[in-house]
């Protein structure tokens, strides 16, 4: 897999988990330890597209 394509991919997840935490943060029935693991996977994946856009 090319850089470019892994960056691609991990910018799709992370635009998909914004999704997903804002749809959660809207439902009443969300579980606030289920939105901080949504939010921690986001962060990671922000900080991988980082690294290796710097590289």
């Given at each position: 897999m090319s850089l470019s394509s892994h960056l691609n991919e991990l910018k799709k997840k992370h635009e998909h988990l914004s999704?997903?935490?804002e749809v959660a943060q809207r439902s009443p029935g969300?579980?606030?330890l289920q939105?901080?693991?949504l939010k921690k996977?986001?962060?990671?994946?922000?900080e991988q597209i980082s690294r290796l856009s710097v590289e």
């Open positions: 999704n997903e935490v969300t579980d606030g939105i901080a693991s996977q986001k962060l990671k994946i922000k």
